[in-house]
C-alpha cells in the first residue's frame, strides 16, 4: 500500500491492541519512585487537556512528581508533550530568533532593554512574558504602564510586528501549551510549585513554542528570587539548559545575584523610565551590565560573535548611540502604546534612623511593601497602579549616615506612612563594616547533558 507521508494516522488504541493507561497506576508509579513512559506521559498530559483526565488525578501526579522527581529523559518527554500540547509559532523569513527567559526578581526589567538592543543587530526575539503575581513584578504590567500598549496579540499580529520591528512583547496566545496554562494554575494551589522537572516543562513549553535558535536564561539566587541557594539555582539551571539543548535550541544560563532589587527603581512605570534610560546609554551598572551580558550569550550562542568581549562592544554601541532607544519606540508604537515620559512625582523618602553601611536589602520585603501600596498583586485578578514605585537610593555597601533618605516612594495612597517601618527594615544597616560584595554573576551554565539523576 501506497501512503503519502503525513497522512499517516495512529490507528486508535483498540485496533493497536495495546491497554487503555489507568491514570491511579501511572500516579502508583511515581509515587513509588518508577520512570513513566513517553506513553505514560504523552496520554496523561493530552488527556489532562482535552478534560479526561481529572484535576484531582493530575494534582496527585503533580505532588509524586515534586515529591520523587523526573530523571532528564522524563523531563524532556514531559516539556515535549507540554509543547505539542498546542502550536508554535511559525517561521518567516531567515533572521536568526532568540529571546530570554528569566525566573524573575525585583527590578528585572531587563526584557524591555534587552529585545530592542538584539532587534537593532537583525535578530528577531518574539519575546511571550508573564505578568507579576506576588513580589515579582510582570513584563507585561510594566508595558502596559505605557497608555494604550497592547499586550494580547494574537499569532497573525506577532508575525507583522517581528517583520515589521523585529521584536515584539506580548502574553500568551490560547494556542501555545494548553497543557502549561491548565497545569500552572493546578500547581499554584497545590503546593507543587517548586519542582525543578515541573518548573522546567513548564518555562520551555512555551518559550521553545516561540521557534527559536537560541535561548538564554538568567536564573536568579537570592532573597526574592524563585531558587534562594546558589545550589538549587544550579539545579534547576542545569535541567533547564540540558533539557532546552536536547529539544534542539541552543540554550546557555547565568546564575544572577538577587540579594539586592536590579537598577533602583521597583514598580512598574518607574522601571519603564529606567529602561529607557538604559535604552539611552545611561542607567544602572547593574542593569546595563547584566543586559549586555545576557544579550552576548546569544550573540556568541549563534555564531553571530565570536567572543562576549566582541559581542558586548557590538551592543554597547547600539545603546550608547540611541539606536536601542529608537527602536524600544518603534515597538511601542507598533503595539499601540503611547511613549509619554512625564516625571512622576515622589510621595514621600523614607530616612535611615543608624549610621552604618547597607549589608543587604531584603528584595521579598520591598515586593511585599509594593503589593500593599497597590503597585503589586497578591491573587492573578487584582488591579495594579501602575504609577507605584520605590526608588532605592542606596545600594549594598554604601555608607549612610542617620537622617540620609534611603528610599523615594511614589504612591497615592494616603496611608503609606505606615509602610515606612517595613522599607526601614528591608534596608539592613550594619554598623560596625562595609559587607563583602557578591558578584552581580555567579555562574554560568552550558550543556550538562550527562545529567541523569532525579531533580
Ligand atoms: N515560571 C513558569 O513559567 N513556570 C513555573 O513553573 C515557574 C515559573
Redesign the pocket.
Known sequence: MKVRQGLIRTPPRERQGTAPMIPAKTIALKRDGGQLSPEQLAEFVQGYVSGAIPDYQMAALAMAIFLRGMTLEETVCLTQKMLDSGHRLPRHGDALRVDKHS??GLGDKVSLVLAPLLACLDFHIPMIS?RGLGITGGTLDKLESIPGFRTNLDSAEIATTLAKVGCVICGTTAEIAPA?RKL?AL?DVTAT?ESVP??TA??LS?KLAESLDALVLDVKVGSGA?MPTLDAARRLANTLVSVANRLGVRTTALLTNMDEPLGRMVGNAVEVQEAVDTLQGGGPRDLRELTLALASELMVGTGVAECADEARRQLAAQLDQGFAYERFVAMVAAQGGRLSLDTLTPSHEVTAVRSGYVSRIDGRALGDVLIELGGGRKRMTDPIDHRVGLELLVRVGDSVQSGMPLMRVYSRNAEHGVLDHCIRAAIMIDAECSPEMTPLILGRVETHSSLSDNS
Open positions: 525566573t524573575g508573564g502549561d500552572y500547581r510549585v515541573l518548573i513548564s518555562i512555551k524563585l
